[in-house]
């Protein structure tokens, strides 16, 4: 991992433990510009195991979170779920850095949930997008 970059991304957040935080991805805009800022890892790995993962340059992966976050948010909405928070926080493991997507809910029954999204930047114009299909409960 270029250390120039890791160091420049640390500095920055090394001490918010949330990157933002609001009632919508939506309100959010400036993920493409934090996007740009997210330093090259060498290891892909993601802190937990996702059902799929998206791959693509910038602009790809900016539109599939895009889609993918709102459209948990719709589906979580249309199931008469509230959506409590949508955050990013920043991951900082030895052979990463991730951007973490947090949405947290509540059931009808009054039961709370969170669902988690990542990206992980694996090349110069690279980035993984990692999530689970529809899986809420």
């Known amino acids: ?21 609001g009632h919508s991805f939506i309100d959010f805009r400036d993920l493409k510009s934090l ?10 790995l993601p802190t937990k195991n996702y059902s799929h993962r998206l791959a693509g340059n910038r602009e790809i992966i900016f539109g599939e979170i895009l ?3 709102l459209a948990y948010e719709g589906f979580m909405r249309d199931k008469t779920h509230t959506v409590k928070e949508c955050s990013i926080r920043p991951v900082v493991n030895q052979d990463a850095v991730i951007l973490e997507f947090d949405l947290d809910y509540q059931t009808k029954k009054g039961e709370t949930g969170s669902l988690t999204f990542e990206v992980i930047r ?3 114009r690279n980035y993984l997008f990692f999530l689970d299909r529809y899986r809420p409960g």
Do not use: Q, R
């Open 1 to 21: 991992m270029s250390n120039n970059g890791k160091e420049a991304f640390l500095n920055k957040y090394k001490t918010v433990d949330k990157i933002w935080s």
């Open 35 to 44: 996007l740009a800022e997210l330093p090259v890892s060498p290891a892909v």
């Open 67 to 69: 889609h993918n976050l």
């Open 122 to 124: 694996s090349g110069e």
